[in-house]
């Protein structure tokens, strides 16, 4: 029996969605903007990758969202989208790490001892942690205040820097390991790469509960 997992990702500038069957991508519609129009977007989208697969709704069987840490606007809309789709569908949702999905995603394009994927959280601040080449988790996920003696012990080793917080680090780093790739966004490929595992594992969040990975209170009057 076929797999479908709807996935969306809006933790960050870039809206996307992808539907993946058996943890294979056989639909993406994404789109990066700097007005951040996902909630016009979301369900556009997620009704063309419908038609487009020529597979319906009811043929789902869990929905993968980002669950951050990102934009509080972002994450709000894509897990608002995901539980109100999981509850008329009456199918399961399942969360997985932005910074995760990122990391698997730029360790398909490159070569590097540790990843450290960036989400930019205004000023010099980035929300940041470090996976291995087997997307494994070396340090945890935090908001880091960049300057130039940021991540000496991991720069020991050559470290690809990468998101939309990653320009941020260029400014800063100077050292002969650091690598940057600022042009790299989150991708609801990435999360469906890992969502079926999750899947088979019966790996669901509760809808009642479950909230976005936040990491840092929203305030209110500031951008995000």
Known sequence: ?????LNIETSTKACSVAIHKNGNLIALKESVTENFSHSEKLLVFVG????NSQIRLSDLSAIAVSMGPGS?????IGVATAKGLCYGLNIPLISISTLKSMSLGMSLKKKGDLFCPMIDARRMEVYSAFFDIHNIR???IQADIL???SYKNELKEKVIFFGDGSDKAKEVIKNKNAIF????????????MLSYQKFLDSDFEDLAYFEPFYLKDFVTGKKN
């Open 138 to 140: 070396k340090r945890k």
């Open 1 to 5: 029996m076929s797999t479908y997992i």
């Open 147 to 149: 300057d130039a003696n």
């Open 181 to 192: 790739i600022t042009d790299f966004y989150p991708s609801a490929n990435f999360i469906g």
């Open 72 to 76: 509080y606007t972002g994450l709000r």
């Open 48 to 51: 063309e990758l419908i038609e």
